[in-house]
């Protein structure tokens, strides 16, 4: 069964602080993706990774860069966190497949920028 | 510009009976369409999945509809278990070179009363 950890859980950071997200999976999954959910708005793209040391930009990467150091880790950075930054953020992965590829999601990071 | 949309934020049924849960995308590139469940303080899991080139698609008390030229798919849970009480996404997926772009909807609460 596929495991996508999340290092934390809860987050309470200040404006203007780095914040990492760290995130782990177990199943040698060439993708990896950083999602935030919001209210309404459902789950947005902010970067994803189909290999070690690549990186590309999701729908809204303002104000967030990535890592992608090992394939089984992946992190989300803020560079200054700012207060429209508090969201859920969800780690997932995934291996492309010929048909659908279903995201296995991390647990989240409740984060709160104060 | 919202490309998958499910206009009902909530919806409440009672047990036993059937579960409906509507979505409707604009992109008509989409190759695949999924649902994914998420209970409160964990993360999405992938529940069904349908190809753009069929109409159903059934998995025990799950069946997913696809109506492409009206846009639409739907969810139906028959029937109905409390277990079920969760938000549900709906999704399209695209196939690319190296990885698979998907969009998410804003999400339906499914309450399910005993």
């Known amino acids: 069964d596929v495991k996508v950890t999340q290092s934390s859980r809860y987050l309470v950071k200040r404006t203007g602080e780095k914040v990492f997200l760290e995130c782990v999976q177990d199943?040698?999954?060439?993708?990896m993706f950083w999602y935030r959910q919001d209210p309404g708005l459902g789950l947005r793209l902010i970067y994803f990774?189909?290999?070690?040391?690549?990186?590309e930009k999701g729908d809204i990467p303002e104000g967030y860069s990535v890592s992608r150091e090992k394939k089984e880790r992946f992190s989300l950075i803020l560079e200054s966190a700012s207060t429209n930054q508090t969201s859920m953020y969800l780690c997932?992965?995934?291996?492309?497949?010929?048909?659908?590829?279903?995201?296995?999601f991390g647990n989240g990071t409740r984060l709160t920028v104060t | 510009d919202q490309q998958v949309k499910q206009n009902s934020p909530s919806l409440s049924v009672q047990e036993g009976r059937i579960s409906i849960l509507n979505c409707d995308y604009t992109?008509?590139?989409?190759?695949?369409f999924l649902w994914y469940k998420k209970y409160p303080a964990e993360g999405p899991t992938f529940l069904i999945s349908i190809s753009s080139i069929k109409d159903k698609n059934e998995d025990g008390r799950f069946t997913v509809f696809l109506n492409k030229s009206a846009k639409h798919l739907s969810l139906h849970i028959v029937p109905s278990q409390p277990g079920d009480s969760a938000v549900y996404f709906c999704a399209g997926e695209r196939e690319k070179t190296s990885y698979d772009k998907v969009i998410f909807g804003p999400g339906t609460s499914l309450s399910v009363i005993p």
């Open positions: 997932a992965s995934s291996r492309p497949d010929r048909g659908a590829s279903p995201l296995h």
């Open positions: 199943m040698d999954h060439e993708n």
């Open positions: 990774s189909y290999d070690v040391k690549m990186k």
């Open positions: 992109n008509s590139m989409f190759d695949y």
